[in-house]
């Protein structure tokens, strides 16, 4: 089972960079697509970017193409999200996911694909 810890999260102004790690503990952690969600303040959780084992493929939310980086070291058991020319409207909780997969090019979507969650980490951007 794979545990996974959140950081890297805090209050920024806009335009600036942030970059979140997600560390995980157990076995075999480059069997696991990995993913980033984050929740607004009211609002349901939604997709962020996403990473096959592998790191060869990943995808964005329209809302981060361009602006976010989503990135992985096996050896270290830990994924990032690099996020530029932050906005106001990037403001939620940001959250790492994690599911076990059998081909190096898979990678997911939906926060229902996932089986392993983070406790979450704030980032706040102020204009």
């Known amino acids: 089972q794979v545990q996974l810890a959140e950081s890297g999260g805090g209050l920024v102004q806009a335009g600036v960079s942030l970059s979140l790690s997600c560390a995980a503990s157990g076995p075999t952690f480059s069997y696991y697509a990995m993913g980033w969600f984050r929740q607004a303040p009211g609002k349901e959780r939604e997709f962020v970017a996403t990473?096959?084992?592998?790191?060869?493929?990943?995808y964005y939310a329209d809302s981060g193409k361009g602006r976010f980086t989503i990135s992985r070291d096996n050896a270290k058991n830990t994924v990032y999200l690099e996020m530029n020319s932050l906005k106001p409207e990037d403001t939620a909780v940001y959250y790492c996911?994690?599911?076990?997969?059998?081909?190096?090019?898979?990678?997911?979507?939906?926060?229902?694909?996932?089986?392993?969650w983070g406790q979450g980490t704030q980032v706040t951007v102020s204009s």
């Open positions: 990473i096959s084992w592998s790191g060869s493929s990943t």
């Open positions: 996911a994690a599911r076990k997969v059998y081909t190096s090019s898979s990678y997911y979507l939906g926060e229902y694909d996932y089986n392993y």
